[in-house]
């Protein structure tokens, strides 16, 4: 067995640690039989239920946010609280609008604190507030919860094009699109305006000098260009295509990547201006009680799934892990009898997979553990999202040269199969 296939089934350890694998009786694509498939449904969301995601859950189930439309004060709310579970709570709500009227409970694409990668044609609803959090508050559970899930989503969209409707700037009329906001609202939320309080904050809590001051308004200045070049990735229409939908990813990573690049300067500059006293308070944000409380149940389960990982060193272990994995989430004999893909198509699809499974070793969930202060998480985030831009192009690639030999018919039937898979 080689060294990456035990990196994968490590990687699938983690995955069953942080309750990422469906059961058996949720497993697979039910081509035959409809309904949710729990593909991506995390235990780690219900240990931060205890810090108040099941507040957010029940309120997202019960509350006018889940049973109106979303109101712009509602994304502002989210977009403005220090603690990301209130953007866990309207990325689900959003979500699930868009899919069959918001009748699901739950996505087979959610990601581990309750939110989802994918709403609608968005990937990354968050972006800009994920990467804020992490960089300057050391909040990485949204950043980092980005990864296999959302290139697996990518490649069977859980949308059917009927449901992606319900994103458009302007959406029917009728009770069925009333839910979900635009993909321009999401975005528009998703701004420093809406998120630079805590910017200011930090500010205050270093106690900057006349000289510090100045550094710290230039870095206030690069955040705020930041988050619009985040904002201007946001789609303008529809992915209807697992290739457009790489293309989308693709977008928003760059994006991300060019917002790093811009804050990395200006943030070591002022870093470098500070006293020890002044680091040291800066490397300690301060949180309430129960953000604290959900950060160290957080940390209490990644620091589980990354030992369990650590600890698979039996080859004959791994290499079961491996395959309960494929089978798990990738059957292809139900795809290929499906599409009725020929011998050299099915070997293609057989690329897809291997291609998609790799990046699980790559797309670790585990931040690593000596980004301690913000400018080594900002430069944790640039390598993880380099690493996120070489698995959508390497997914992309497979994807591609899978559909090249696709009759019009078969990728029809193809992009058909998430929705299937949800009983659509």
Same mark, same amino acid.
């Given at each position: 067995?080689? %060294?990456?296939?035990?990196?994968?089934?490590?990687?699938?350890?983690?995955?069953?640690?942080?309750?990422?694998?469906?059961?058996? +009786?949720?497993?697979?694509?039910?081509?035959?039989?409809?309904?949710?498939?729990?593909?991506?449904?995390?235990?780690?969301?219900?240990?931060? #239920?205890?810090?108040?995601?099941?507040? &957010?859950?029940? &309120?997202?189930?019960? #509350?006018?946010?889940?049973?109106?439309?979303?109101?712009?004060?509602?994304?502002?709310?989210?977009?403005?609280?220090?603690?990301?579970?209130?953007?866990?709570?309207?990325?689900?709500?959003?979500?699930?609008?868009?899919?069959?009227?918001?009748? $699901?409970?739950?996505?087979?694409?959610?990601?581990?604190?309750?939110?989802?990668?994918?709403?609608?044609?968005?990937?990354?609803?968050?972006?800009?507030?994920?990467?804020?959090?992490?960089?300057?508050?050391?909040?990485?559970?949204?950043?980092?919860?980005?990864?296999?899930?959302?290139?697996?989503? $990518?490649?069977?969209?859980?949308?059917?094009?009927?449901?992606?409707?319900?994103?458009?700037?302007?959406?029917?009329?009728?009770?069925?699109?009333?839910? =979900? !906001? /635009?993909?321009?609202?999401?975005?528009?939320?998703?701004?420093?305006?809406?998120?630079?309080?805590?910017?200011?904050?930090?500010?205050?809590?270093?106690?900057? *000098?006349?000289?510090?001051?100045? $550094?710290?308004?230039?870095?206030? /200045? +690069?955040?705020?260009?930041?988050?619009?070049?985040?904002?201007?990735?946001?789609?303008?229409? $529809?992915?209807?295509? =697992?290739?457009?939908?790489?293309?989308?990813?693709?977008?928003?990573? *760059?994006?991300?990547?060019?917002?790093?690049?811009?804050?990395?300067?200006?943030?070591?500059?002022?870093?470098?201006?500070?006293?020890?006293?002044?680091?040291?308070?800066?490397?300690?944000?301060?949180?309430?009680?129960?953000? *604290?409380?959900?950060?160290?149940?957080? %940390?209490?389960?990644?620091?589980?799934?990354?030992?369990?990982?650590?600890?698979?060193?039996?080859?004959?272990?791994?290499?079961?892990?491996?395959?309960?994995?494929?089978?798990?989430?990738?059957?292809?004999?139900?795809?290929?009898?499906?599409? %009725?893909?020929?011998?050299?198509?099915? =070997? +293609?699809?057989?690329?897809?997979?291997?291609?998609?499974?790799?990046?699980?070793?790559?797309?670790?969930?585990?931040?690593?553990?000596?980004?301690?202060? !913000?400018?080594?998480?900002?430069?944790?985030?640039?390598?993880?999202?380099? =690493?996120?831009?070489?698995?959508?192009?390497?997914?992309?690639?497979?994807?591609?040269?899978?559909? +090249?030999?696709?009759?019009?018919?078969?990728?029809?039937?193809?992009?058909?199969?998430? !929705?299937? %898979?949800?009983?659509?």
């Amino acid at each position: 067995m080689s %060294k990456s296939r035990i990196g994968m089934a490590a990687a699938g350890v983690a995955m069953v640690a942080l309750g990422a694998l469906p059961s058996a +009786a949720e497993a697979g694509f039910r081509l035959r039989v409809g309904g949710p498939a729990g593909v991506a449904r995390f235990a780690m969301a219900r240990m931060l #239920s205890v810090a108040g995601l099941r507040h &957010a859950r029940m &309120a997202a189930r019960h #509350s006018r946010v889940r049973t109106a439309a979303l109101k712009p004060q509602d994304l502002r709310s989210a977009a403005e609280s220090v603690h990301p579970s209130a953007r866990a709570q309207l990325t689900a709500v959003a979500a699930l609008a868009g899919w069959q009227g918001g009748r $699901a409970a739950q996505g087979w694409w959610q990601h581990a604190d309750g939110s989802y990668g994918w709403v609608g044609p968005l990937f990354w609803p968050f972006a800009y507030s994920d990467l804020y959090d992490y960089a300057l508050l050391s909040d990485g559970s949204g950043f980092w919860a980005y990864g296999y899930g959302d290139l697996y989503a $990518a490649i069977f969209s859980p949308y059917a094009a009927s449901d992606l409707s319900a994103f458009a700037a302007e959406r029917p009329a009728g009770r069925r699109h009333r839910k =979900a !906001p /635009s993909v321009q609202e999401l975005c528009g939320a998703d701004t420093a305006k809406m998120t630079g309080l805590p910017l200011k904050r930090i500010g205050r809590v270093v106690a900057a *000098n006349k000289a510090q001051r100045t $550094a710290f308004d230039e870095l206030a /200045s +690069a955040w705020t260009s930041a988050g619009d070049t985040i904002r201007a990735s946001c789609p303008t229409q $529809a992915a209807t295509t =697992a290739l457009e939908r790489f293309a989308a990813m693709q977008s928003r990573v *760059n994006a991300m990547l060019s917002a790093v690049a811009a804050v990395q300067p200006p943030f070591q500059k002022f870093y470098d201006l500070l006293s020890d006293e002044q680091k040291a308070r800066l490397n300690a944000p301060q949180r309430d009680r129960r953000a *604290n409380a959900a950060a160290a149940k957080l %940390k209490e389960m990644q620091d589980a799934a990354c030992q369990a990982s650590r600890e698979l060193q039996d080859e004959q272990q791994a290499e079961k892990q491996y395959r309960e994995l494929v089978a798990q989430q990738w059957p292809l004999d139900d795809i290929a009898a499906s599409l %009725k893909l020929n011998d050299s198509q099915r =070997a +293609a699809l057989e690329v897809v997979q291997d291609t998609t499974m790799g990046t699980m070793e790559a797309l670790s969930a585990c931040p690593p553990k000596d980004a301690l202060t !913000p400018p080594a998480r900002l430069k944790a985030a640039k390598a993880r999202l380099e =690493a996120m831009r070489e698995a959508i192009r390497s997914v992309n690639d497979a994807v591609d040269d899978f559909h +090249a030999d696709l009759s019009d018919e078969q990728k029809t039937q193809f992009e058909g199969l998430g !929705p299937k %898979k949800q009983g659509v």
